[in-house]
């Protein structure tokens, strides 16, 4: 199997499973706020290694998976859209940002908090804008930094390490 | 050269995904979600099968104080409820009687495929929508209605193999014809998240106290809801009487964030089970539509005494 090939699977396997894990566990934890958000630190993780090409699939890729499997309702395409240019500028702002030990993290929150910002743009431009309050976005919105910072901890080595095994050549952080 | 082609590749998906925007809002996204829910949800129902009993021990962990409560409570209740069986036992014959006169329905008459949750949506989509581990293969279909021993749950929004999806009744985009069961007024229950249901009714002029249960109305061929089942209580009423933005701040009667075991509704009985599914069984609500007995006032009687309710005499355990 080529290189390509070996790459978009292993990105597969990586996007499914994040969503599987964030639908069946992350989202049944008696956590406050938000709910984690795997999928994005995934796509910044993938952004941020490959470039904004790749995160661009990825993000596109990913976002159509999580409107797709179950339990997804409403609109198809919303999420593909957001994480497609979350993918684009997050690998624009890795090629020419010096890298230090925590600048992915604040990539990682910055990406989580724009990208749920754009869902609720996105959804009151549809007309399908959640009725909630000004004080429950803003806790959503915190928590979401917040938990996506503590994943990447986590998910970020692991992914870069199963990049390097098909790719030894790539960064790592 | 790399930017670019990254930059091509970001109009295409944004394009792309517009498009796929345009086709869901046009209706079109069943197919999609259907075929994500067999091919995905077999991982889901795998991954939940692991996860799950780790989860249980884990909050029974933390729930032990509560439950020795729970079990005092429940003692409590059982003597109570003891007490209210020898006192139905007389009644009880009187009572087949006149239900089979009634010929309303129980809860028994629906043919229910029972379900566990597998999958919560997550909450930054502010939509409220769980995955089942039923689905084509029970005879799960979309727009079935989804109920638990509380009430209504939801209905299913899409169906795979072994899995389907239902969108909870507070969700935001759910709608729900409603009718206040002591008031019988009608109106629409509308999900407003973990804050539960607002209900505004057709009528701005209609009474509507607090503390009234509210039922759902039935959909047309009884697709997706079953007319009379449960949705909550009416804790709050705002604005006044005769103003157009006079809504009910309506209490589920299912705990939506502790969703477990439910049902889906995959056969609906041949006759209207009216108001028989309330839980605490108080009087159901004389409709118009109940004709019966030759004499109009007569139609308000049977239900009264077919289901003795906590308000008639009920002594307490302690006194006896």
């Known amino acids: ?173 | 050269m790399r930017s670019r082609r990254a930059r091509l590749a970001l109009a295409i998906a944004v394009l792309v995904s517009i498009t796929f925007i345009i086709l869901s809002a046009r209706g079109s996204s069943t197919t999609a979600r259907d075929t994500g829910s067999s091919v995905f949800g077999p991982f889901e129902r795998l991954t939940s099968s692991v996860t799950k009993p780790i989860g249980n021990f884990f909050s029974s962990l933390t729930r032990i104080r509560s439950n020795e409560k729970t079990i005092s409570d429940l003692q409590q209740k059982n003597a109570a409820l003891q007490f209210d069986n020898r006192v139905l036992d007389g009644q009880s014959a009187r009572g087949r009687q006149l239900q089979s006169l009634l010929k309303t329905a129980g809860i028994g008459q629906l043919t229910i495929v029972p379900a566990q949750v597998i999958a919560v949506g997550p909450s930054q989509g502010f939509a409220w929508s769980i995955t089942l581990d039923a689905g084509s293969r029970d005879g799960v279909k979309t727009g079935q209605c989804v109920i638990n021993g509380d009430g209504l749950v939801g209905r299913v929004s899409s169906v795979g193999r072994s899995t389907s999806t239902v969108l909870l009744a507070i969700d935001p985009s759910s709608s729900i014809g409603a009718r206040a069961a002591k008031s019988s007024q009608i109106g629409i229950a509308t999900g407003d998240g973990l804050a539960g249901l607002t209900f505004q009714l057709l009528d701005p002029m209609a009474p509507l106290k607090k503390g009234d249960s509210l039922l759902s109305f039935g959909s047309k061929n009884k697709q997706p809801f079953l007319p009379g089942i449960p949705l909550g209580t009416i804790t709050d009423i705002k604005g006044a009487t005769g103003s157009l933005t006079r809504i009910a701040i309506v209490q589920p009667f299912v705990d939506f964030s502790g969703l477990d075991v439910v049902g889906i509704v995959v056969a609906i009985p041949d006759r209207d089970p009216r108001d028989s599914l309330l839980p605490s069984s108080p009087k159901p609500a004389p409709t118009v539509t109940i004709t019966i007995s030759p004499t109009s006032g007569a139609s308000s009687t049977p239900p009264s005494s077919a289901r003795p309710t906590p308000s008639t005499p009920t002594p307490k355990p302690s006194k006896s």
């Open chain 1, 1 to 173: 199997m080529s290189l390509f090939w070996r790459r978009f699977l292993v990105a597969g396997i990586w996007i499914v499973a994040a969503i599987v894990i964030q639908n069946v566990i992350l989202s049944q934890l008696p956590l406050p706020g938000a709910t984690p958000d795997l999928l994005l630190v995934l796509v910044v993780g993938w952004a941020m290694t490959k470039g904004s090409l790749e995160g661009v699939i990825v993000g596109f890729v990913a976002g159509l998976m999580l409107d797709v499997i179950p339990p997804a309702v409403g609109t198809v395409g919303v999420w593909p859209l957001i994480l497609a240019v979350v993918g684009y500028f997050v690998g624009l702002a890795a090629d020419d940002g010096q890298r230090s030990a925590i600048t992915p993290l604040v990539i990682v929150a910055l990406a989580s908090v724009a990208s749920m910002g754009a869902y609720l743009s996105v959804s009151v431009l549809l007309g399908t804008s959640p009725m909630t309050s000004a004080s429950e976005i803003i806790g959503q919105l915190f928590t979401q930094g917040l938990y996506a910072v503590a994943l990447a901890l986590a998910v970020l080595p692991a992914l870069s390490l199963s990049i390097r095994r098909i790719e030894p050549t790539s960064p790592r952080w």
